[in-house]
T-cell receptor, first 114, second 114 residues
């Protein structure tokens, strides 16, 4: 499976600011995804990061709040904009495996908004 | 959208006991994935199931893809303290624009008493 790293691993941010999270994969992958895991909850898909085109967002998530970039097949960023305490969550990127049906996750970014 | 119902929500067991958890859906899945998440980490893929009726093992873990394709089971034999964590089932959505997107169960929190 691919080795996935995320930066930062955690951060504490002030309300109203923005944070950009980076996801780096050690090999080229076709599909990359961003998930949110709110405290004590399961994972919810935010969007699919498409290389060379705009991300595809799930219901309840919008580009203005969660802009995503994917400049190549090994890297993606997720920005959490104009943060509020409700944005305090773990944000995870994932990639599909070679079989196309399994996914592997990065270590996550733990965000706390005060 | 598709939903996965995972049970039990939590389990408290003694070291050495066997554990069983399951996941059900109202719709058919073509793949079932089981993950474990340790505190402060991203989910780690334990077992992937690709065919109805498939039974797959990974050490002390055994998972089965239900015949109806609407359920899956995960068993852990002879539990040890490091089995502690949250276990999630997940399945990729059907094809088309939803291809590759995972739906997650609510998770089973496992506590093992030494």
């Amino acid at each position: 499976s691919a080795v996935i790293s995320q930066k930062p691993s955690r951060d504490i941010c002030q309300r109203g600011t923005s944070l950009t999270i980076q996801c780096q994969v050690d090999s080229q992958v076709t599909m990359m995804f961003w998930y949110r895991q709110q405290p004590g909850q399961s994972l919810t898909l935010i969007a699919t990061a498409n290389q060379g085109s705009e991300a595809t967002y799930e219901s309840g998530f919008v580009i203005d709040k969660f802009p995503i970039s994917r400049p190549n097949l090994t890297f993606s960023t997720l920005t959490v904009s104009n943060m509020s305490p409700e944005d305090s969550s773990i944000y995870l990127c994932s990639v599909t495996g070679t079989g196309g049906r399994e996914q592997y996750f990065g270590p996550g970014t733990r965000l706390t908004v005060t | 959208g598709q939903q996965l119902n995972q049970s039990p929500q939590s389990m408290f067991i003694q070291e050495g006991e066997d554990v069983s958890m399951n996941c059900t859906s109202s719709s058919i899945f073509n793949t079932w994935l089981w993950y474990k998440q340790d505190p402060g980490e991203g989910p780690v893929l334990l077992i992937a199931l690709y065919k109805a009726g498939e039974l797959t093992s990974n050490g002390r873990l055994t998972a089965q893809f239900g015949i109806t394709r609407k359920d899956s089971f995960l068993n852990i034999s002879a539990s040890i303290p490091s089995d502690v964590g949250i276990y999630f089932c997940a399945g990729p959505n059907a094809g088309g624009t939803s291809y590759g997107k995972l739906t997650f169960g609510q998770g089973t929190i496992l506590t093992v008493h030494p």
